[in-house]
């Protein structure tokens, strides 16, 4: 059958892995998708690059706009990143009818519902397993694997720098700041790593997965954003000795009100394969009412892992591209027509369980009042340490885990708390959650 | 849009958790399928059960028959199990030009070759994601998820009894037979359990896998099967004292001169997050040369999680019957012209690492002489454990983890450490995988 031709724009660590296994894996690839699928025009910026990588044999050009003009391109990799231009590549690829494969979350969590409404008007494909967790394929599960069931929440580490910094302050009891220094040399975090550690990047993710698990537009607007980076080693330490481990999720939870979007580091009992998951690894968990927990794990970033999710689309969007527009998996799992305009919660309504440290005077009543203050804001206690003060001091650590609560009413009680004469400083308070 | 008419042959414990939950979320799942799916017909030969379960609204029949030859009939869920009239209704339907949905691993292990070869004929669609790992969508992952791949080996824990039998043998340090007792009393293992613990249940499904992850034709007449029933608590104690766990795992790799397929208990790192799958919970485990590991993780039986991926595979149909059978995905995930006679390697020419525990007199020169037939055999050690010899006792435990080796190198070298004078009886081998 007549060869796919695809134009690739970018040849970057991900573009250079497209190709690359593209070209290893040809006749493998060839044979689950019946024609083969060619890469025939790279556009770069870096016209040098683009030669040494592709060692000729393809057109080359500098000028993106010339590639998704061109009738001879079939579907467009789009893989240059950022809201930019790659905005205007992609729409106008569609303009042009063509298909699109991305890995843009970026594009995708903020532009996302622009871009799919033209793609549905044009009737072409929007391919983007590659947006989210690199070579784990999540957007198929969520999208087709899972169609039998309600989804009730998900969570996912979709950072791997992140989750590598983590388990280095675990695994060595450094402080945030020298192991992002060494994730820096190791290649884990880039010289600017702001997106990684603010928890950006992973907000842009669980956005994504969040309009496809239940059907409402993209609303990265909407989502709570907390990263790593106040995070502290004695917080990682007493976690362990409550059985938890500290990982930054991304987690959105269908309420009966609402939608909570929401990143921010989150104590995990150590029991969960999810809290096992170490390294610059990713892991996706989905709770859905029929199949229950179903996990997904594997490299969430890098040339080929990031590659083999591009390359599964090109397949698909070969595979289905004869089909007609409305028989073809919807982009975003529900059908177009039947998104549902269902709000993200604020966060001092998201419901979730605290991990609490504070800072005490060493004197009888402490924690009666503390305490009297929590179960009288409903709040309950489901594990406590407290610290003999160190010789000569007079004050002491109280770490308290709750159960459950809504975040204004956990808020409150802080607040409380902290006037407390007796509590020295602000409370250090991190989420917790079961995820069961 | 006009619904989809599924007519279900079975309405035991997973047909009907499907009904269930079709019912249950018909407005999502037709968000979704752009379509409604519903039951209009059940067989059963127990029309009361069919009654009960359903509660009227549907036509119940005794004869699944007429239900493959109905004309109003679009897909048919075959959920009755085994190879006998299991396989003459797959293949009426097929014939009457109906899509299929089956759970059935056993008839699609042994007769899938035949059953897809008339699927093809016909243009129509056999789906089966229920048939490996319940509710994990692995059959979607080896077939779209991972299409960039050239896949090296999977294993995966693909029997919940065995699985949770093997996690209470550690847990609790009882022996098999006890344990099975208790899964019995708890419904965890059936009355008669020899499919699951012999580990034919596991070998269908592997075949399965295998098939699809190589584009090889289904062969599990050729796959090396060995259940749980001889295994031991003491070894169970030493692995874990060896930092292993040991499993029942579905291995399938591809070697240079064939396929391995293979089905037997496993020491695995503990560290591997599919070490600590426990329970009746299954885990697939893939390696992609460009992916690198993925993993899959959920509940692999049960009504509902079950369910949830005979309704997957319902909405996949749905969306997919227009499409003209050439763009469809194939069903083993390669093009039936491009499937490849790869033989399924004999159980001596695989490749793997070795547990040996051996009953020697404690004298000196015992460990030179086993070490000496080692390394003549080219078998490399890799750990060792010597117990001291009880009190008053003349004998004592040598267990020994050894590299890599062929099998019948292994077999011929355990043949000659068995041979010695000083060594009591039978050596108990089990095989290692690093899964790295």
């Given at each position: 059958m007549k060869p796919i031709n695809v134009g690739l724009l970018g040849i970057g660590t991900v573009g250079g892995g497209t190709f690359n296994v593209l070209k290893r894996n040809e006749e493998e690839i060839t044979r689950r998708a019946g024609r083969p699928i060619r890469i025939t025009t790279v556009a770069d910026k870096n016209l040098e690059l683009a030669r040494s990588v592709t060692g000729g044999g393809v057109k080359l050009t500098d000028d993106a706009f010339a590639v998704v003009a061109?009738?001879?391109?079939d579907i467009v990799v789009e893989l240059?990143?950022?809201?930019?231009v790659a905005k205007d590549l992609v729409l106008k690829a569609i303009d042009n009818g063509k298909h699109v494969v991305t890995a843009n979350k970026a594009l995708l969590a903020v532009h996302g519902n622009e871009i799919f409404a033209a793609a549905q008007k044009k009737g072409v494909m929007v391919a983007f397993e590659?947006?989210?967790?690199?070579?784990?394929?999540i957007i198929k599960a969520l999208r087709e694997?899972?169609?039998?069931n309600r989804i009730q929440w998900l969570a996912g580490i979709i950072n791997g720098t992140t989750n590598f910094i983590l388990s280095e302050m675990r695994d060595k009891g450094l402080p945030f700041a020298e192991v992002l220094k060494e994730a820096q040399a190791l290649g884990y975090?880039?010289?600017?790593?702001t997106f990684d550690i603010e928890g950006v990047d992973a907000a842009h993710k669980a956005t994504i997965m969040s309009a496809m698990a239940f059907?409402?537009?993209?609303q990265f607007d909407k989502a709570y954003i907390e990263g790593i980076?106040?995070?502290e080693s004695a917080d990682i330490t007493y976690a362990e000795q409550l059985g938890y481990r500290i990982k930054l999720l991304g987690i959105s939870r269908k309420r009966d009100n609402g939608v909570e979007l929401r990143v921010h580091p989150t104590l995990i009992?150590?029991?969960?394969?999810?809290?096992?998951?170490?390294?610059?690894m990713n892991a996706v968990l989905v709770q859905g009412d029929a199949v229950g927990a179903t996990l997904y794990y594997g490299k969430g970033a890098g040339a080929e892992p990031t590659a083999s999710a591009v390359i599964a689309d090109l397949v698909d969007v070969t595979r289905l591209h004869t089909a007609d527009p409305e028989h073809r998996v919807p982009h975003l799992a529900f059908q177009p027509d039947q998104v549902q305009d269902i709000a993200v919660l604020p966060i001092e309504e998201v419901l979730t369980s605290y991990y609490l440290r504070m800072r005490v005077?060493?004197?009888?009543g402490v924690l009666a009042d503390i305490t009297r203050i929590l179960a009288d804001s409903d709040i309950s206690i489901d594990a406590m340490i407290q610290k003999e003060p160190a010789?000569?001091?007079a004050q002491t650590d109280i770490i308290m885990l709750t159960h459950q609560t809504v975040e204004k009413n956990a808020n409150a009680a802080i607040a409380r708390i902290e006037a407390?004469?007796?509590?020295?400083?602000k409370v250090t308070r991190l989420r917790l959650e079961n995820l069961q």
């Open positions: 061109d009738p001879e391109i240059i990143g950022g809201y930019g590659a947006a989210v967790a690199g070579g784990i394929p694997g899972l169609t039998a975090a880039e010289a600017d790593p059907g409402i537009p993209m980076t106040k995070l009992p150590e029991k969960r394969l999810i809290a096992n998951v170490e390294g610059a005077e060493d004197k009888p010789e000569g001091e407390l004469p007796v509590v020295c400083g």
